[in-house]
Structures are given as C-alpha cells and as structure tokens.
C-alpha cells in the first residue's frame, strides 16, 4: 500500500525555522507533483507551496522568499524548509502528492494526502 508519510513538525519561536518531510512509502515507482498545504484554527485548507516533477516551484505569497520546496527523486521525499516562521504560520501542514505505484494497471497517479503535521509558532 502506498502511503504518504510526514515528519517534522514541532514547536518553534518567532523567527526559528523548521523543515517537512514528506515520504512515499511502499512500492513507489515515482512521484508525479508534490504540494505542502495547511490549515489554520477555523481557516480553509491553503497551498503553501508545490513542485512538479520538472522542478518548477510555486508559492503562495505569504510564504515567498521563506519557505523553500524541493524534491529528491531517490528517496521518493518532497521537503518543505522554512525560514522566519512567524505566528501566521501556525496550522497543520499537510503534504500532497501525485504517486505513480509500481507494476502495472495504473492509467493515473494515485493522488495521496499525508496524516499532518502540526506547527506552532510562539514564544
């Protein structure tokens, strides 16, 4: 079974930075796009940031020149980094993806929604 599995959230002062981590776990031919989105206490789920599998990169503008997306192909893992997390940051962060299994019958990738992380920003 193929699953999204996401790691490093936590609790972080105003100012600090922290990186996600979100595997594909299981037989995993490859990763299609991948997004981190989040929710906030009594707010919409949003796109924070997203990565296609030619590496174009976009953000919301909340989060631009801060947070960085990337991929590495190898380990089947998309990451988020993110820098002078503020108050505003705070919500459970989701990570996205669209993952092609191994084996044949897939005619589409599987769209997969990791479990969240929480992360909270305050002194």
């Known amino acids: 079974q193929v699953q999204l599995v996401e790691s490093g959230g936590g609790l972080v002062q105003p100012g600090g930075s922290l990186r996600l981590s979100c595997a594909a776990s299981?037989?995993?031919?490859?990763?299609?796009?991948g997004a981190w989105y989040r929710q906030a206490p009594g707010k919409q789920r949003e796109l924070v940031a997203r990565?296609?599998?030619?590496?174009?990169?976009n953000y919301a503008d909340s989060v631009e020149g801060r947070f960085t997306i990337w991929r590495d192909n190898a380990i089947d893992t998309v990451f988020l980094q993110m820098n002078s997390l503020n108050a505003e940051d705070t919500a459970v962060y989701y990570c996205?993806?669209?993952?092609?299994?191994?084996?044949?019958?897939?005619?589409?990738?599987?769209?997969?929604w990791g479990q969240g992380t929480r992360v909270t920003v305050s002194s």
């Open positions: 996205n993806a669209q993952v092609w299994p191994e084996g044949k019958g897939y005619f589409n990738p599987l769209d997969l």
């Open positions: 299981g037989s995993v031919f490859s990763i299609d796009a």
């Open positions: 990565i296609t599998n030619t590496y174009t990169t």
